[in-house]
């Protein structure tokens, strides 16, 4: 069992850390055949929500767990997970600054999601600060991307200024992503091939390298 814990966390609200939680998650169990648990400490609870619809509507899967969790009590809920599944992935609220230490030490990689936008970059740097004080490891997704943006040229710019690795995969903004999840689906279950699948598809490969 890999049994190994993603922290996904972002002081900037709006970069999608649900919608890639869940994605992964699915690919995780899709491609990978792995058993993953996800933990919501977002108050906001749109985990749960998703999680909800998801169960309405008979959807669930055996091999995905859902849990809940204060930022201080998913490092104690990560490690009793740990222990029957491959992957526990913990999503995180925004604007949670040192509240975060506990998520991020219960981590084996800190994956951070960011637009490509100057205002994610600055809400970037203290996520990467606390992460590399607890000496985990870091990777960027770029997320919500506009393939054809000038600044994702800016965006590249930024993580190799900042010395920090990211995954060689950009999510573009794809309005499948969010209809997905008001059904509480994932594009991976709604759709067999697609740019969409391919991403999430591409960026599990690239974690679960990072993991190994």
Same mark, same amino acid.
């Given at each position: ?8 966390? %972002? %002081? ?7 919608? &890639?939680?869940?994605? &992964? ?6 491609? /990978?055949? /792995? ?28 091999? &995905? ?31 949670? $600054? ?30 990467? $600060? ?25 965006? /590249? ?17 794809? %309005? ?12 991976? $279950? ?8 391919? $991403? ?10 990072? &993991?190994?």
């Amino acid at each position: 069992m890999l049994s190994k814990v993603i922290t996904i966390a %972002q %002081q900037k609200g709006g970069t999608g850390k649900t919608t &890639l939680a869940v994605h &992964l998650a699915l690919a995780f169990i899709k491609y /990978h055949k /792995h058993k993953v648990a996800i933990i919501d400490t977002d108050p906001q609870g749109s985990l749960g929500k998703w999680f909800m619809i998801r169960s309405e509507k008979n959807s669930l899967n055996k091999n &995905l767990t859902f849990k809940t969790a204060s930022l201080w009590g998913a490092q104690y809920e990560s490690k009793i997970l740990k222990q029957d599944h491959d992957i526990v992935i913990i999503d995180t609220p925004p604007k949670i $600054e040192s509240d975060a230490r506990p998520a991020i030490e219960a981590a084996d990689l800190v994956l951070i999601p960011v637009a490509p936008s100057p205002v994610d970059f600055w809400a970037t740097e203290s996520i990467i $600060e606390i992460a590399k004080k607890a000496k985990r490891k870091v990777l960027i997704q770029i997320n919500r991307a506009n393939h054809r943006s000038k600044l994702i040229s800016k965006t /590249h710019e930024y993580i190799k200024s900042i010395n920090v690795k990211s995954t060689d995969t950009l999510i573009g903004h794809r %309005q499948i992503f969010v209809a997905s999840m008001g059904e509480g689906k994932t594009v991976v $279950e709604k759709q067999r091939k697609s740019k969409a699948v391919e $991403e999430i598809k591409s960026i599990s490969n690239q974690i679960l390298l990072e &993991l190994n």
